[in-house]
T-cell receptor
Framework: EPEVTQTPSHQVTQMGQEVILRCVPI?????FYWYRQILGQKVEFLVSFYNNEISEKSEIFDDQFSVERPDGSNFTLKIRSTKLEDSAMYFCASSEEAGVLYNEQFFGPGTRLTVL | AQSVTQLDSHVSVSEGTPVLLRCNYSSSYSPSLFWYVQHPNKGLQLLLK??????LVKGINGFEAEFKKSETSFHLTKPSAHMSDAAEYFC??????????FGAGTTVTVRA
């Protein structure tokens, strides 16, 4: 069964460093998403991406964050200068369609980012 | 604005007994609702979804949920818990075409 994969499973970085989190969505999916979950808090939406453009982003997704689909299979989240408060589990998701009634998103296992 | 509230942060059941995970929603129109499950070190897996076709929704692994508009609820049930059901469960609402909003999660433990 096709699944979303994410690498690395755990990333440790120093404050101020750049990190890139990588995801391989399901191959025939067209819509891609990043969510995050800070320890002890809810899973929060960060950004959605379609046709090489951001379709929606949350207030969390400021200028320090960027997303890219560099080739036909990968989808990346870059944090330019990490802060302590960026420590969280980051989930990538993809879906075949979008739309409030069809928004069945498939999630990866997550990357745990620890900022020291 | 659409949101969900999971009423229990932790549920403990004995193997073979029923499981009930409670979720209330808030929405100005008929929502699209989901239950996801997360096993340790695994991704979030969709258990079932409600998109207004039928109020009783059957999902994978014997789970089902009933949409009750009068109670603004979407509780998840399973008649007989199995050890493999130990996981974290999330009630989720579709906010718009792209964005999902998650509840806080309910951790289920299953006692032998």
């Amino acid at each position: 069964e096709p699944e979303v994969t994410q690498t690395p499973s755990h990333q440790v970085t120093q404050m101020g460093q750049e990190v890139i989190l990588r995801c391989v969505p399901i191959s025939n999916h067209l819509y891609f998403y990043w969510y995050r979950q800070i320890l002890g808090q809810k899973v929060e939406f960060l950004v959605s991406f379609y046709n090489n453009e951001i379709s929606e982003k949350s207030e969390i997704f400021d200028d320090q964050f960027s997303v890219e689909r560099p080739d036909g299979s990968n989808f990346t989240l870059k944090i330019r200068s990490t802060k302590l408060e960026d420590s969280a589990m980051y989930f990538c998701a993809s879906s075949e369609e979008a739309g409030v009634l069809y928004n069945e998103q498939f999630f990866g296992p997550g990357t745990r980012l620890t900022v020291l | 604005a659409q949101s969900v509230t999971q009423l229990d942060s932790h549920v403990s059941v004995s193997e073979g007994t029923p499981v009930l995970l409670r979720c209330n929603y808030s929405s100005s129109y008929s929502p699209s609702l989901f239950w996801y499950v997360q096993h340790p070190n695994k991704g979030l897996q969709l258990l079932l979804k409600y998109t207004s076709a039928a109020t009783l929704v059957k999902g994978i692994n014997g789970f089902e949920a009933e949409f009750k508009k009068s109670e603004t609820s979407f509780h998840l049930t399973k008649p007989s818990a199995h050890m493999s059901d130990a996981a974290e469960y999330f009630c989720v609402v579709s906010i718009n075409d792209y964005k999902l909003s998650f509840g806080a999660g309910t951790t289920v433990t299953v006692r032998a």
